[in-house]
């Protein structure tokens, strides 16, 4: 079982969105008894609140429907996940902050596994507009793909 654990700073627009998204990948590719996907929120402005409508919208269009809630990311985090996936800089200097010493948890910024626009933030869509949404979408939809691609080649026994 690989636990895969998505960050960004409200966990209601892009790290409820890549949880979805990834997990639809992951269903299409028959693969969800190895995996354990989740998504939290290096802030608590939003807890127990169900993603952003505009969140909803985007991946409700595309045939997902989104009901995680909203949470914290905590310190156990790190010892319940074997990668934990960043949005942006900021997420990933919050997230190493709380880091433990005894860390066994890879973390990454999810852009590293993009193809276009290698490294960059998964910018946040919070002060935009549906369209904002839309682009967030497709970076994720990529990024998810070649993050799975990744996991597959390097940490999955896919030999059954
Ligand atoms: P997220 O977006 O980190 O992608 O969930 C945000 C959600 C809420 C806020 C900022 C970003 N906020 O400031 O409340």
Do not use: W
């Amino acid at each position: 079982m690989i636990k895969v654990l998505f960050v960004c700073l409200g966990n209601i627009c892009r790290s409820p969105l890549a949880e979805g998204i990834f997990r639809a990948i992951v269903e299409e590719e028959e693969l969800d008894h190895s995996f354990f996907i989740d998504s939290a929120g290096t802030a608590s402005y939003h807890i127990g609140s169900l993603p952003d409508e505009r969140t909803r919208k985007v991946a409700e269009d595309r045939g997902i429907k989104l009901t995680h809630k909203a949470r914290a990311f905590t310190t156990n985090d790190f010892y319940a996940f074997d990668f934990i996936i960043t949005m942006d800089e900021s997420n990933l200097s919050n997230v190493i902050r709380l880091m433990p010493e005894d860390n066994r948890a890879r973390i990454h910024l999810l852009r590293e596994f993009d193809s276009v626009g290698k490294g960059q933030a998964v910018p946040d869509p919070y002060y935009g507009d549906i369209s904002d949404f839309e682009k967030v979408h497709d970076i994720l939809d990529r990024s998810c793909m070649h993050l799975l691609d990744f996991i597959k080649a390097n940490h999955l026994n896919t030999n059954r």
